[in-house]
């Protein structure tokens, strides 16, 4: 293999939202940098079968849900007619 070409491959420590850690080699980062998540497998629907809600981390589901409020229950848009 050509050496320098390849990224710099180490360990960083990976925090779930439980709180839990484990460490893991990536190319992110620096060595020893910590990587939280917003989203595991402890909160994401396809991994607890949709029975737990995702948390909302820095309003982002809140500004999601205000924006596309009621899109789903308004029917199409009609005006009147004039004459």
Known sequence: MKKGIHPNYHFVEVRL?????????TTW???GQQLTLDIDPTTHPAW?????QLMDRGGR???FNKKFAGMLNAGPETKPATK
């Open 17 to 25: 939202n439980d709180g839990s850690t484990y460490k893991t080699r």
């Open 29 to 31: 980062g620096e060595s």
């Open 61 to 63: 589901l809140t500004r």
């Open 48 to 52: 607890t079968g949709g029975q737990q």
